[in-house]
């Protein structure tokens, strides 16, 4: 099974991922899950264990995608740096509800001059609000999103354009409330690409 780990708070997830108490923790956590009436683990099990922790093989553990959501530019900035700061087997961007224009490539993340390309980022889902009150969704900013990965060579997945979708500079009504229904979407967004 492959979990997805989505967070506004990267810091906390950083801060616990990076901690080197963690790997020890989810250790402890799998043997209890394999061993359940077991409650004492003979040396062999726990040296293997602990053997391929240590090598890396199972860390950051390969089946753990974690990823932050951004909804704007100054999310981005604030959030992606400490995205790319955490270990991760695969590291992905929510850009979902999409509020305003997102720059992956040139983005001035935490004050450096520029991050030149999208390194370290696996992939990115875009997508606007559903529900009654849903705000704008500017299909301009999905698209330049879409652009962004396909020129960095970064799975993109447009998931909705949500129930307020702007295209055009004028507000289009989807028959599907969600604007989940691909066939009402633009051409250039019909795109579903996974890691």
């Known amino acids: 099974h492959t979990m997805q780990l989505l967070t506004k708070r990267p810091e906390r997830m950083r801060s616990y991922l990076s901690n080197p ?20 683990y003979t040396e062999d099990e726990r040296a293997g264990c602990q053997n391929a922790l240590r090598r890396g093989r199972w860390w950051p553990l390969p089946n753990v995608w974690i990823g932050v959501s951004v909804e704007d530019q100054a999310s981005a900035d604030e ?28 983005a001035s993340f935490n004050g450096a001059d520029s991050l030149e390309s999208m390194d370290g980022l696996d992939w990115v889902v875009v997508g606007g609000e559903s529900g009654p009150k849903a705000r704008p969704f500017n299909t301009d900013w999905a ?47 019909r795109v579903r690409e996974y890691p």
């Open 21 to 40: 108490l963690t790997k020890g923790r989810i250790f402890v956590a799998a043997m209890d899950m394999c061993y359940p009436d077991l409650k004492v």
């Open 79 to 106: 959030r992606i740096p400490l995205l790319l700061d955490t270990p991760a087997a695969v590291r992905f961007v929510s850009a979902e509800p999409l509020l305003g224009p997102v720059d992956l490539q040139y």
């Open 143 to 189: 698209l330049s999103i879409v652009e962004q990965c396909r020129a960095a060579g970064v799975p993109c997945f447009v998931k909705q354009l949500g129930g307020h979708v702007i295209q055009g500079g004028e507000r289009r009504i989807k028959k599907n409330k969600k604007g989940a229904d691909m066939s009402e979407w633009p051409h250039e967004l």
